[in-house]
């Protein structure tokens, strides 16, 4: 397969990307592909790294920040790769890439399936959770993924065992697209899983600006310290470039105040980097993935 003999319903020129991010901040994409399953996906993976252009994946866009001017590749989307596959013994559900983290969550803690419940709101897609690991302080995605499908450039479906995978702080070495995850998870009393669930879920909003466009943490924590923390005591909280905004709420949030560019994120994040660095001596490094600077 080729990129010219995908069907238009699949593929689009010149189009809008920031609907597509949490962010709601960049421009538009060269080409936008929607794959519709997993294997038409590996296909058109290959096809697309075959014309040399650059390759990016998008699932949830809850963890980017995209340029002003767009992205001069091809995108990827995972969004239809939605299927949902439970295991013989109920335990281990196969989620497709596209799904998102939250609603696998919900739909787990429900039955009394746990082990996620502390990552309920983390907006991404289960592709997106699983590439960078995401998580909270008491544990990572990673702790409960067995087996990982991915596409290959040579156009075909790869199997990853969860054990074979360097899992790291907010970073794996997956390489290409994941199409679809495998969690194992503990079978508990639902009450007690959904008690958890709405623990967990009351912290992060008390604590979080989740009614506003962001792109979740924008900076990694530092080894033993809280980039948040860092910024709160330098005083940065409100601090304000154009439409973006350090959150008020939680100070290692850069929100979107409405009407934000990607030029107003980097210029209020070189801000905050270069103050923290000047009253802590502390280098902070983005969380967020920035497009077109990162490739898949
Ligand atoms: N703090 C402040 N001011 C702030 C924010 C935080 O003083 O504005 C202090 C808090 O009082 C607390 C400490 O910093 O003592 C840590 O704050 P918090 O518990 O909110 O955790 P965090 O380290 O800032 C991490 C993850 C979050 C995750 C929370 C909850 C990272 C970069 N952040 O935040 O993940 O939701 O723990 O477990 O790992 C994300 O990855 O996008 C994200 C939001």
């Known amino acids: 397969m080729d990129l010219a003999s995908i069907p238009e319903t699949m593929c689009r020129v010149n189009t809008a990307l920031a609907d597509r991010t949490t962010f709601q901040i960049g421009g538009p994409a060269a080409w936008l592909i929607d794959p519709p399953d997993e294997r038409s996906f590996a296909e058109l993976y290959a096809a697309a790294v075959r014309t040399g252009n650059p390759v990016y994946i998008l699932g949830a866009g809850s963890n980017l920040l995209i340029d002003d001017a767009g992205v001069p590749g091809i995108v990827l989307s995972t969004l239809r ?42 907006p991404g ?7 960078m690991n995401a998580g909270v302080r008491e544990g990572s995605i990673g702790e409960r993924v067995s087996r ?54 009351a912290k992060r909003c008390a604590a979080q600006p989740v009614d506003e466009p962001s792109a979740g943490c924008f900076f990694k924590n530092p080894p033993g310290d809280s980039a948040g923390r860092l910024i709160d005591a330098s005083g940065l909280k409100g601090r304000t470039v154009g439409g973006a905004c350090v959150s008020t709420r939680h100070a290692n949030f850069i929100v979107n105040r409405g009407n934000a560019t990607a030029a107003d994120v980097f210029a209020l994040c070189d801000i905050v980097c270069k103050r923290v660095r000047k009253d802590f001596g502390v280098s902070l490094e983005k969380e967020v993935c920035c497009w077109p600077y990162a490739t898949a």
């Open 81 to 122: 790769l939605r299927e949902r596959r439970a295991g013989a013994d109920g335990t281990r559900l196969r989620v497709g890439a596209g799904v998102r983290l939250g609603g696998v969550v919900r739909w787990a803690a429900r039955r009394g399936l746990a082990g996620l419940e502390r990552l309920i709101g983390i």
């Open 148 to 201: 990982v499908w991915l596409a290959g450039t040579d156009g075909r479906v790869h199997v990853r065992e969860g054990y074979e995978i360097g899992w790291a702080y907010r970073a794996t070495d997956i390489a290409g697209p994941i199409l679809a995850v495998e969690v194992r998870l503990d079978r508990e009393d639902p009450a007690r899983t959904e008690t958890r669930l709405l623990a967990a879920m």
């Open 125 to 131: 897609t289960m592709g997106g959770a699983v590439k």
